[in-house]
């Protein structure tokens, strides 16, 4: 029989690949400090922007597979591949993302602007919404997993849109820099 991506074998790897992409992403972030090149900013900026590529897919996509998840029969081979996709997203991709946006996002609202401007104090307000949301769907992703999840389908796809206006209005914010 061969082997699924969700058994335990894979899982493993994948989870290797992870840790290996976090100590890459720690070595090059000390690397730069220790080089300390004359466009650091510009590095700390591009890891930023990585990671919150990556946060935002976790965030976008999580939500998806509730939808899907929900009309999954408890219990069935359908719904436990959903909690494995689940899970591994949530720990793999979204929490690593989430930890690195914020590392290098308050450096560089530190080193670059002092924690100065109304555009800047804005944004931090709707990043702590957006880990909200990352927290809630990490407490739902723990609820699918235990078959008690208690919502529908069409409020799982009210929640899609939740990330997406979060993150319209941040990109604004940092783009425009409108107060």
């Known amino acids: 029989m061969a082997e699924k991506q969700t058994d335990a074998r894979p ?7 992870a840790h290996f992409a976090l100590i890459f992403f720690a070595l ?6 220790a080089w300390n090149p004359e466009n650091l900013y510009l590095w700390i900026k591009a890891l930023h922007i990585i990671a919150v590529i990556s946060w935002m897919a976790g965030l976008f ?14 219990g ?5 591949t959903f909690k494995v ?16 946006t914020w590392i290098f996002g308050l450096y560089l609202a530190w080193s670059v602007y002092g924690f100065h401007g109304g555009w800047l104090h804005a944004k931090i307000g709707l990043v702590v919404l957006l880990t909200g949301v990352h927290m809630f769907f990490s407490r739902a992703v723990r609820d699918f997993a ?10 799982w796809r009210f929640m899609n849109e ?6 319209i209005l941040i990109v604004i914010l940092v783009v425009v820099k409108p107060f």
């Not at 996509?61 to 408890?74: G, N, V």
């Not at 069935?76 to 436990?80: H, K, L, M, P, T």
């Open 11 to 17: 899982g493993a790897y994948a989870r290797r690949r």
């Open 162 to 167: 939740a990330p997406t206006a979060l993150m």
């Open 85 to 100: 996709m689940e899970r591994r997203l949530l720990k793999i991709i979204m929490n690593p993302a989430m930890m690195l």
């Open 61 to 74: 996509y999580m939500p998806r597979l509730f939808i899907y998840h929900t009309d999954a029969e408890p």
């Open 146 to 155: 235990a078959d008690r999840n208690r919502r529908s389908a069409r409020y």
């Open 28 to 33: 090059l972030a000390v690397g730069l400090f």
């Open 76 to 80: 069935s081979a359908q719904s436990e």
